[in-house]
């Protein structure tokens, strides 16, 4: 919750918090409606896509 809470990264908490969630599961696909929030995950080990952007992709 810390790491969330103090990452300059993200403008919104609650962004952050998913962020966080999703690197300590170890998720390789981060989906958002807005890529734009998560830039700090797409520089990261973490693929951000959109929710038909991962449908085109892995259906």
Do not use: H, W
């Amino acid at each position: 919750m810390l790491n969330a809470i103090y990452n300059d990264a993200f403008i919104d908490v609650e962004d952050s918090f998913q962020y966080q969630c999703a690197l300590n599961g170890n998720c390789n696909v981060l989906l958002t409606i807005n890529i734009n929030d998560f830039k700090e995950a797409s520089q990261q080990r973490m693929e951000t896509l959109t929710p038909p952007q991962f449908v085109e992709k892995y259906m």
